[in-house]
């Protein structure tokens, strides 16, 4: 995976709570067996109301998602965030995400960033009031910066640091292979097998 | 999760305990899988990338897959041809990777929740993931078990572990007897509605208490499987009597002296007396009353007895705005009683509710009746031998004389994934699990219930329950 390091760009503002993943990449679309071009089918449904902050062209270009609380919830498809990423977001900055869909976020660099309601509110306010408005979300020092708004963010410790380096999670717990493997020798005979 | 095993523990903290591979401060732990479920829909991309990297799959004897999100219920070929690829591109992989596989046409296959289960696959104790958010259905057993996306089911498939930060504990105690009229399904709508989408957030349910001491497997499943849609990481049951007896010669679950071994073993696993959870939510049984959910997230849901709420009586203003937007989409009016609408469709199925104690209860209510006039009704067993099971009993029949679809196994209209699905404004009575904005067909309207509801509803043509239906009769 690439590192991610900073962000810099402007934002949609998406003014909506429980935004579930079957509105970010509806079903009928994941019979694809591949890993890109997910993008199109992005907000797929409301992207057909001519008036959705996706359609405006004012919001063209941006890498930076606002929404409302619990972003993500529900089926725990990865298309949810491959559609984000292909369409060219690089950071979704919410009250609170769903925990699959934040796990699936940080699988791919897609970076999930938690602030406090007030402080999305305010920027999902100056993102509407002026859809110029540029943001800086930096994972190094774990802060959102926009004219009107300074905050920083909490991140887990161990997710920034495989973020910032760009690791590969099967490299990194293989480290432990040999712990892996004493465990497999320990483990009881009756535990069931396919 | 991280105490000393000398400490009291809950049942979550016990099982995740034992799986820990690898622990050090400042990283998540490292627990290892003993059961890997795979489907169709979200592994090709996983395989793809093993392959790419050379890498093989390190227990295939841990891995079990099937096909169920895309599989036609109707007799006939897949006609759909991207859903052929992706089934096409399962088998490939199995035999690729060496995989045991149930698909489509074998007399084993079913959905994924379903078939581990009645396999006896899913036992106590044990770490169960699949690239599926209603995994949380297998911590019934008391299992911790939960969904996990395609990178991840890649990395399981690839070292049989996967990293998990820390849990939050969650003790939701149910205590009383049901009213009569209600099961596991009213139980949990009841649960998510008073803590949210979003209230188990970060946490291991536990559902604890009489009201689910006294629940089937069967309906334990069906109040678990739904703990996702709380926002939570898992949900899990202590096993007990009820779930040795189900587990006693299933075809995977230990025999002979193994059998001995493994009930000592579980007989350990349920919370200790003194042990402490992060959050506790209590929920008197008695008082609860068949749900229906009105909006598009499992929380918008009231009782049969209730009408549409009014947006403006929610406290913050994201529900009133969730909700004004929920009512325009349901096409629903506040103050409507919910006994007054009419749904287009009913649908009996899904992980939720597919299995065969949910189609006796629903074959009870349809008996002797008929599907209303202009009403669709189909009955999706969730798995290939519950559908064999239901026909031995003669469920089969009374679905048909009364009018119903009889299908196969599988997914079916709970995601719309294959042919099943409402049309644009189509408005269903759906004993699945999410009533999501176009979940079951794009413009299709959803509305969550039980399978007593869901079967009572398609003989009236409009939301009722079974003891309604009996007055009527009367």
Redesign the interface.
């Known amino acids: 995976m690439e590192p991610v390091t900073r962000i810099e760009g402007t934002a949609v503002p998406l003014d909506?709570?429980?935004v579930?993943t079957?509105?970010i990449v509806?079903?009928?679309f994941?019979?694809?067996?591949?890993?890109t071009g997910f993008g199109p089918f992005l907000f797929h449904?409301w992207r057909k109301d001519p008036s959705f902050v996706l359609n405006d062209e004012r919001y063209a270009g941006a890498s930076i998602l606002i929404a409302?609380?619990?972003f993500g919830?529900?089926?725990?498809?990865?298309?949810a965030?491959w559609a984000l990423e292909d369409f060219g977001f690089r950071a979704v900055i919410a009250p609170?995400?769903?925990?699959?869909f934040r796990?699936?976020c940080c699988?791919?660099g897609l970076l999930p960033v938690e602030l406090p309601q007030e402080s999305v509110r305010a920027l999902m306010d100056a993102v509407l009031d002026e859809p110029a408005t540029r943001i800086v979300v930096d994972l190094e020092t774990l802060s959102v910066a926009a004219p009107s708004v300074e905050e920083s963010f909490a991140f887990?410790?161990?997710r920034r640091w495989c973020l910032l380096e760009g690791f590969d999670?099967?490299d990194l717990?293989?480290r432990?292979a040999d712990?892996?493997a004493a465990?497999?020798a320990a483990?009881?005979?009756?535990?069931?097998?396919? | 999760m991280a105490q000393t095993l000398a400490e009291p523990r809950t049942l979550a903290e016990k099982v995740w305990d034992r799986h820990v591979?690898?622990r050090a401060a400042?990283?998540?732990d490292?627990l290892?899988v003993?059961?890997h479920l795979v489907h169709e829909?979200?592994s090709?991309?996983a395989f793809?990338?093993l392959r790419l990297?050379g890498?093989p799959v390190r227990?295939?004897?841990?891995?079990?897959a099937t096909m169920d999100?895309?599989v036609p219920t109707t007799v006939g070929p897949v006609t759909?041809r991207?859903?052929a690829?992706?089934m096409e591109?399962l088998t490939t992989n199995a035999k690729e990777f060496d995989?045991?596989l149930y698909p489509w046409g074998s007399a084993l296959q079913g959905i994924v929740h379903v078939i581990g289960p009645e396999m006896?696959?899913t036992?106590p104790g044990?770490t169960i993931v699949c690239?599926?958010?209603h995994t949380s259905t297998h911590g019934a057993f008391g299992a911790l078990a939960?969904?996990?996306?395609?990178?991840?089911v890649?990395?399981v498939l690839?070292?049989?572990?996967i990293?998990q930060?820390p849990a939050r504990t969650m003790a939701i105690t149910v205590e009383g007897d049901l009213p009569a009229g209600c099961g596991a399904k009213d139980v949990i709508l009841g649960i998510i509605n008073r803590i949210g989408?979003?209230g188990g957030?970060?946490h291991v349910i536990e559902y604890r208490g009489s009201a689910i001491r006294a629940l089937s497997m069967e309906g334990r499943m069906t109040i678990c499987n739904m703990s996702?849609?709380a926002?939570a990481?898992a949900g899990m049951v202590a096993p007990d009597d009820t779930t040795f007896a189900y587990l006693e010669g299933k075809p995977?679950?230990?025999s002979g002296a193994?059998w001995e071994?493994?009930l000592d073993?579980w007989r350990s696993l349920p919370t200790d007396a003194d042990a402490t959870f992060d959050a506790e939510v209590t929920i008197d049984a008695t008082a609860l009353r068949p749900h229906v959910s009105w909006g598009t997230?499992p929380a918008q849901s009231v009782t049969i007895d209730d009408t549409i709420p009014e947006p403006d009586s929610f406290e913050d203003e994201?529900?009133r705005?969730?909700a004004r937007?929920a009512l325009a989409y349901m096409a629903l009016e506040p103050g409507t009683r919910i006994r007054d609408i009419r749904p287009d469709t009913v649908f009996i199925g899904s992980c939720t509710n597919s299995r065969i104690e949910d189609l006796r209860l629903a074959a009870g209510v349809v008996e002797g009746h008929s599907v209303a006039k202009g009403l669709r009704a189909l009955v999706v067993p969730g798995s290939v031998a519950v559908k064999l099971q239901a026909e031995r009993e003669g469920l089969d029949r009374i679905f048909v004389d009364a009018g119903f679809d009889w299908r196969g196994a599988g997914c079916s209209m709970c995601?719309?994934?294959n042919p099943d699905i409402l049309q644009p404004g189509e408005r269903s009575a759906s004993t699945s699990n999410?009533n999501?904005?176009?979940?079951q067909g794009?413009g299709g309207r959803t509305h969550l219930v039980s399978p007593a509801v869901a079967a009572a509803t398609a003989i009236a043509g409009h939301f009722t329950t079974p003891e309604d239906l009996r007055e009527v009769d009367v």
């Open positions: 909506r709570s429980d579930d079957d509105q509806p079903a009928q994941l019979k694809r067996i591949e890993r449904e409302g609380a619990n919830g529900g089926s725990s498809r990865e298309h965030p609170s995400f769903a925990d699959i796990n699936n699988k791919i887990d410790d161990f999670d099967i717990t293989m432990h712990e892996i465990f497999e483990r009881p005979s009756w535990l069931p097998t396919a | 591979v690898h400042g990283e998540p490292l290892y003993d059961l829909v979200t090709p991309q793809e990338a990297a890498r227990r295939p004897d841990l891995t079990v999100h895309n759909d991207t859903s690829r992706q591109a995989i045991t006896g696959y036992q044990l690239g599926d958010s939960f969904g996990i996306g395609t990178s991840e890649e990395h690839a070292t049989q572990t990293p930060a989408t979003g957030v970060g996702i849609e926002g990481r995977h679950a230990p193994d071994r493994a073993d997230n994201a529900k705005d969730a937007r995601l719309g994934m999410r999501f904005e176009g979940r794009k």
